[in-house]
């Protein structure tokens, strides 16, 4: 198998699913990585858009088969490979709504958050006034609707660890970096820390990263994403504190 990727949320996704398994005894396939430079547009190439049309990260090639989106991915594992990442009878369905969940709004929500919060200094700060506060105040929501979960059992689905907090946790772990104050809603950073407990998350955040940059990168890091455009360095244009 390969995995084409990038040291981003929808790439932790599926390295993370991929240590998962390991934790849970099965014995994967050797998995070759091949790191994307997003910053380079290689995801724009002819040979990168034969195994995903959309032209993002990740992708996973099974010999023949490529699939993409990340969530599509972590099903398609959790099925060939079976544990309790994802049940595959009638409990399967405490768990699929909430992946389609995560993709369809905790992905977008997050992402908009962050791509006006970091990345669009060039754009007049009054055009950014309704997008800024229309993706916070549904990120926000989101994660009331998190914390509600977490309030009945320890991870989103129940008492197992699944492919939902897997699919869940990559966007909701930088709600510093999109500045989304999740700390609103203590269940939902106390998630995030059993989350980054994980033996296998931490080793599925480290792909492509040194390991002490896993949780907050170095000031060379910093500056060369500052160079492809994002405010990183420093909070001082930033409204809040978090
Ligand atoms: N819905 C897709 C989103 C994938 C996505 O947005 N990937 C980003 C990195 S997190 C990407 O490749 N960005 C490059 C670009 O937009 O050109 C998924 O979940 O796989």
Redesign the pocket.
Known sequence: MELWT?A????W?VNIMVEELIEAGIKMPEMKVRS?D?SK?E??TNEFTTKNP?????VLIDGERSV??????LQYLGEKYPSPLLPLDEARWDVIPWVYWQ?ANV??NF?NKLSYTRYMDDVDPLKKEHPLERFNKEALRLMSVLANQLKKHEWVCGDNFTIADISIYPWVRGYKWSKIDITQYPEVPKWVERVRARPGVERGLSYGVPKDEIDKWSAERKAQYRKNGATIASNENLNTEI
């Open positions: 990038a981003t949320p929808n790439g996704k994307i997003l547009g995801q724009f959309n032209q993002k990260i990740p993409m989106e990340s969530c599509a991915i993709a992905g977008p992402g």
